[in-house]
C-alpha cells in the first residue's frame, strides 16, 4: 500500500514539472520568433534607411553633376570676359558712334571725351570761331573749295550731350553753300551765297576719324594697366 502512495506521489511530480517545462520551451519559442519578428521589422527600417541614404547620395550627385556644369559654364563665361581681346572689341563697339538718324549718332562714351577728340580733328582741318566747352558745341568758320569749277563754302557745327546714362548723342551738321555770282565779279560774301545739298564726305570723315582715335585711345589705356 505505501509503496502504491509512493508510487502515485512520484508520477504527480513527474506531471508537474512536465507542466512547468512546457510553458519555458513555449516561451522561449515564442522569444525567439518574437525575436526574429523584431530583427526582421528593424532589418527592414534599416534597410529602407539605407535605401533612402543611398537615393539621397545618388540626388545628390545629380545635384553634384548640375552644380558642376553651371561651374563650368561660369567657367566659360568668365574666360570669354577675362579675353582681352573679346573685352576689347565689345568696349569699342561701345565707344564707337553710331548713326540714329539725320545728323545724329550715338555712343556710350563721356560726352567730355566724345567732344575733345572731335574738336581736335576739326582744328586739323578748320579754323575753329566759336567753341562751348561746358557745353560741348562748337562751330567752325567758312571753308571754300571748287568742284568742277564752281565754288563752295561750308562750315561745321557740333553739338554733344548727355541723354542717358552711359549714353552720349552727336548731332553733326555739315553747312554747305555755293556761289550764285559771277566768277569774274568780286566775291559777295554775304548775297551771293545759296545752300547747297552737302555734297562732301566731311561728316563721314569725321565719324571714321573719331572712331579710330577713341579706339587707339582705349588700346593705349588698356596697355598701360
Keep these: 500500500m505505501k509503496i502504491k502512495i509512493i508510487a502515485y506521489l512520484l508520477s504527480i511530480l513527474v506531471i508537474a514539472g ?7 520551451y513555449s516561451k522561449r519559442g515564442q522569444d525567439n520568433a518574437d525575436a ?6 528593424f532589418g527592414s ?7 533612402n541614404e543611398a537615393n ?3 540626388k545628390e550627385n545629380g545635384k553634384g553633376g548640375l552644380n558642376q556644369e ?4 561660369n567657367n566659360r563665361k568668365r574666360s570669354v570676359q577675362m579675353d582681352p581681346s573679346i573685352t576689347n572689341q565689345a568696349a569699342i563697339a561701345a565707344l564707337n558712334l553710331t548713326f540714329i538718324e539725320g545728323n545724329t ?6 560726352p567730355a571725351l566724345v567732344f575733345g577728340i572731335m574738336a581736335r580733328i576739326l582744328s586739323q582741318n578748320y579754323i575753329i570761331t566759336s567753341v562751348d566747352r561746358k557745353n560741348f558745341n562748337l562751330q567752325t568758320e567758312w571753308d571754300k573749295f571748287f568742284i568742277d569749277g564752281r565754288l563752295f563754302r561750308n562750315r561745321i557745327s557740333l553739338m554733344v550731350f548727355p541723354v542717358g546714362p552711359r549714353q552720349t548723342e552727336v548731332v553733326a551738321k555739315n553747312i554747305v553753300e555755293y556761289y550764285s555770282g559771277s566768277a569774274n565779279s568780286k566775291l559777295e560774301e554775304n548775297t551771293a551765297w545759296l545752300p547747297s545739298p552737302d555734297i562732301t564726305d566731311e561728316i563721314t570723315k569725321l565719324i571714321e576719324s573719331t572712331n579710330r582715335q577713341t579706339a587707339l585711345l582705349l588700346n593705349q589705356m588698356q596697355k598701360t594697366r
Excluded at 36 to 41: G, L, M, V
Excluded at 105 to 110: D, F, G, I
Design 70 to 73: 553651371t561651374i563650368a559654364r
Design 56 to 58: 539621397d547620395i545618388q
Design 105 to 110: 549718332w550715338r555712343t556710350s562714351a563721356h
Design 45 to 51: 527600417l534599416f534597410r529602407d534607411d539605407s535605401d
Design 18 to 24: 512536465c507542466s512547468t517545462l512546457f510553458p519555458q
Design 36 to 41: 526574429k519578428q523584431s530583427n526582421s521589422f
